[in-house]
């Protein structure tokens, strides 16, 4: 028996998620990631688990046979940093990374300390390829 997905939309209030972040700085940066991000996808902002806020969906399947659902672009404001979740971003990747700010980054995911950290244009850019590369290798 497969393992259900533990991240997938809830209907848990996006407002309600972002206003209950303690430290008021990291506050302001989630209301701010969350409008860009929705300006970047055309997609409203959903709960997805406890702690990210995802835009759009797709379907995947590995030729595993592993398959599920996962948000086109999301974040996470952690304690630590906020989280960018940009998977997709595969084509320029470097290119963005270079140009982004003061940034760490893992496979699929962009830690920044700050928004004011890094350049908002770039970010921007990054989740839009995401959206984009992620609606054209898992299309419907």
């Known amino acids: 028996m497969a393992a259900e997905a533990r991240t997938k939309p809830t209907a848990v209030s996006v407002g309600d998620f972002i206003a209950a972040v303690e430290d008021p700085k990291r506050r302001a940066d989630a209301e701010a990631a969350c409008a860009l991000l929705a300006e ?15 835009f759009g969906a797709y379907h995947y399947r590995y030729a595993s046979g ?15 940093n906020l989280v960018f979740y940009l998977s997709g971003c595969d084509e320029g990747r470097d290119d963005l990374l270079a140009r982004l700010g003061k940034h760490k980054a893992g496979k699929g995911c962009v830690y920044v ?25 898992y299309p419907g």
């Open 66 to 80: 592993h398959e599920g659902d996962a948000p086109l672009v999301g974040f996470s404001p952690r304690k630590a």
């Open 113 to 137: 300390n700050r928004l004011s950290d890094v350049n908002p244009v770039v970010l921007k850019q990054m989740a839009v390829a995401t959206a984009d590369q992620l609606r054209a290798r």
């Open 40 to 54: 970047a996808t055309g997609e409203p902002a959903t709960m997805w688990g406890p702690s990210i806020v995802g």
